[in-house]
């Protein structure tokens, strides 16, 4: 690997000329990675997103839009080096994916998630596959077929946030409080596999569609979204939504012997799951070094996407209140321009190396000078995109410090991620997140990148023309 310039010194060469200056020092250190990035056509787009789960069985219940696939988990469980049947971490489980798929192949697998929705998937999933009896699944088909909240004459009223009063046809509203309020007379796995059916089906029966940063409003909603009016389609009935996810969940599970539970079979009950509850900057420092034998992690990406928004209509019925919600977002990893500056070194003195590792990424700090001069200039269409772009690679890489210490020697460190471009600049996350975790410890054994890379959004298409960005799968060994 060749050296590395310093963006001072070529910010000279170049004046002002700043975003010169950061494409040449990408391109070195593009070069100094060379050797290891590889193009794989194995790792398409929908493999390494929610795509290719949509049509597999138990996987497809929840539409996680953010998540990466089974076969992406089992694959790379199965081709990279790791110690057969041993322990697996997600710092950032999100559904569940990594940890289902390690389980299903005998791993033994820990997840940490911040979000109540992830941790409500995840806790379903588990509750399912542990405590289901043949009764509760003939009784699961009862409310899926005699649809009895129906009869509910004074539901409770669900509570809902500023971002999601009026998110449902008055009639369904009714129907969805008459729903949660007849569960209350079911058993515990009951209600939870109900209430886990509901969260599944919010965003078809309402007024609303995820959009990345925030939730889109169908003009049926009476709320103004934008100058174009938008049009979602077809909004679903909640009696015939819940009803076919209902039937979809049953489908999807083996109906056991009158004397046997669900799952019972030991392809299901190969490894254990545990589920850590919480932001991976305050759970990582607590859990035993050298305990795992691989993460595999996808973080959120440094692409303004806010979770607590797109994940309104689930937080609001999970009982999240307004304080709450602005807390979770906090807590995040900066990803979203309404994460305020968090004080890494406070909170845990020990990222001072981590820090300081970020502060001297050349390529990285010459970003960070171009979007605040731009910042300056009145050219960025939000104020905080600097103070996210920083937050985001310093808070990564006090995770990555923390993960280099959770793993045994010799264990990989597999991430999937995305490069991002904002006001002209395009942010290589893959080459600066593998040398600041070369620099941590790691040894960087793969850059994998997926073939046909995608193209920026449309404002920046319109401004700076269609260069595309990479999407990758980085591999990362603890020597």
């Given at each position: 690997?060749?050296?590395?310039?310093?963006?001072?010194?070529?910010?000279?060469?170049?004046?002002?000329?700043?975003?010169?200056?950061?494409?040449?020092?990408?391109n070195?250190?593009?070069?100094?990675?060379?050797?290891?990035?590889?193009?794989?056509?194995?790792?398409?787009?929908?493999?390494?997103?929610?795509?290719?789960?949509?049509?597999?069985?138990?996987?497809?219940?929840?539409?996680f839009?953010e998540?990466?696939?089974?076969?992406?988990?089992e694959?790379?469980?199965?081709?990279?080096?790791?110690?057969?049947?041993?322990?697996?971490?997600?710092?950032?489980?999100?559904?569940?994916?990594?940890?289902?798929?390690?389980?299903?192949?005998?791993?033994?697998?820990?997840?940490?998630?911040?979000?109540?929705?992830?941790?409500?998937?995840?806790q379903?999933?588990?509750a399912?596959?542990?405590?289901?009896?043949?009764?509760?699944?003939?009784?699961?088909?009862?409310?899926?077929?005699?649809?009895?909240?129906?009869?509910?004459?004074?539901?409770?009223?669900?509570?809902?946030?500023?971002?999601t009063?009026?998110?449902?046809?008055?009639?369904?509203?009714?129907?969805?409080?008459?729903?949660?309020?007849?569960?209350?007379?079911?058993?515990?796995?009951?209600?939870?596999?109900?209430?886990?059916?509901?969260?599944?089906?919010?965003?078809?029966?309402?007024?609303?569609?995820?959009?990345g940063?925030?939730?889109?409003?169908?003009?049926?909603?009476?709320?103004?979204?934008?100058?174009?009016?938008?049009?979602?389609?077809?909004?679903?009935?909640?009696?015939?939504?819940?009803?076919?996810?209902?039937?979809?969940?049953?489908?999807?599970?083996?109906?056991?012997?009158?004397?046997?539970?669900?799952?019972s079979?030991?392809?299901?009950?190969?490894?254990?799951?545990?589920?850590?509850?919480?932001?991976?900057?305050?759970?990582?420092?607590t859990?035993?070094?050298?305990?795992?034998?691989?993460?595999?992690?996808?973080p959120?990406?440094?692409?303004?996407?806010?979770?607590t928004?797109?994940?309104?209509?689930?937080?609001?019925?999970?009982?999240?209140?307004?304080?709450?919600?602005?807390?979770?977002?906090?807590?995040?990893?900066?990803?979203?321009?309404?994460?305020?500056?968090?004080?890494?070194?406070?909170?845990?003195?020990?990222?001072?190396?981590?820090?300081?590792?970020?502060?001297?990424?050349?390529?990285?700090?010459?970003?960070?000078?171009?979007?605040?001069?731009?910042?300056e200039?009145?050219?960025?269409?939000?104020?905080?995109?600097?103070?996210?772009?920083?937050?985001?690679f310093?808070?990564m890489?006090?995770?990555?410090?923390?993960c280099?210490?959770?793993?045994?020697?010799?264990?990989?460190?597999?991430?999937?991620?995305?490069?991002?471009?904002?006001?002209?600049?395009?942010?290589?996350?893959?080459?600066?997140?593998?040398?600041?975790?070369?620099?941590?410890?790691?040894r960087?054994?793969?850059?994998?990148?997926?073939?046909?890379?995608?193209?920026?959004?449309?404002q920046?298409?319109?401004?700076?023309?269609?260069?595309?960005?990479?999407?990758?799968?980085?591999?990362?060994?603890?020597?």
């Amino acid at each position: 690997m060749s050296e590395n310039r310093g963006v001072q010194s070529v910010l000279v060469d170049f004046g002002n000329d700043l975003l010169s200056a950061i494409e040449q020092e990408g391109n070195s250190l593009f070069n100094y990675f060379s050797s290891v990035i590889q193009e794989y056509p194995y790792f398409s787009r929908s493999l390494v997103s929610f795509q290719a789960n949509k049509q597999r069985p138990v996987y497809r219940w929840y539409k996680f839009k953010e998540a990466f696939s089974a076969s992406l988990i089992e694959f790379l469980l199965e081709k990279v080096d790791i110690k057969k049947k041993g322990v697996i971490l997600d710092p950032f489980a999100g559904s569940g994916t990594a940890l289902f798929a390690a389980q299903f192949l005998g791993f033994d697998a820990e997840g940490i998630e911040l979000l109540p929705i992830g941790q409500k998937i995840i806790q379903a999933r588990i509750a399912i596959q542990k405590n289901i009896t043949s009764k509760q699944y003939e009784r699961l088909k009862e409310w899926a077929e005699e649809q009895p909240w129906k009869q509910v004459q004074n539901p409770v009223e669900i509570q809902e946030l500023r971002i999601t009063a009026g998110a449902y046809p008055e009639t369904t509203k009714k129907q969805i409080e008459q729903y949660l309020t007849a569960l209350q007379n079911e058993d515990d796995t009951i209600q939870y596999i109900l209430q886990f059916a509901l969260l599944c089906v919010l965003e078809s029966v309402s007024h609303t569609r995820k959009d990345g940063q925030y939730l889109r409003w169908d003009y049926r909603s009476g709320r103004k979204n934008g100058i174009k009016p938008f049009d979602k389609g077809n909004i679903l009935s909640f009696q015939k939504a819940v009803a076919d996810k209902l039937h979809q969940i049953l489908k999807d599970l083996k109906i056991p012997a009158a004397s046997q539970d669900l799952f019972s079979d030991v392809n299901i009950k190969k490894g254990n799951i545990f589920l850590h509850s919480g932001s991976c900057l305050n759970v990582l420092p607590t859990l035993h070094s050298g305990r795992f034998d691989a993460i595999i992690t996808s973080p959120p990406y440094c692409n303004r996407y806010d979770y607590t928004r797109t994940y309104a209509l689930e937080l609001a019925l999970l009982g999240i209140t307004e304080k709450e919600l602005s807390s979770l977002r906090q807590n995040m990893l900066s990803c979203t321009v309404e994460n305020r500056e968090k004080d890494l070194i406070q909170l845990n003195p020990s990222w001072e190396t981590a820090v300081s590792i970020a502060q001297n990424q050349p390529l990285l700090q010459g970003i960070l000078n171009y979007l605040e001069h731009q910042k300056e200039r009145k050219k960025l269409n939000n104020t905080g995109i600097p103070r996210m772009v920083r937050g985001y690679f310093y808070e990564m890489a006090c995770v990555i410090q923390e993960c280099l210490q959770a793993l045994k020697k010799g264990a990989p460190l597999i991430m999937v991620n995305d490069n991002v471009r904002y006001a002209g600049v395009g942010i290589a996350v893959d080459t600066i997140l593998s040398k600041i975790a070369e620099d941590i410890g790691f040894r960087v054994e793969k850059i994998y990148v997926l073939p046909g890379s995608k193209g920026n959004s449309s404002q920046q298409m319109g401004s700076h023309g269609r260069q595309p960005l990479r999407k990758c799968v980085y591999i990362w060994r603890k020597p």
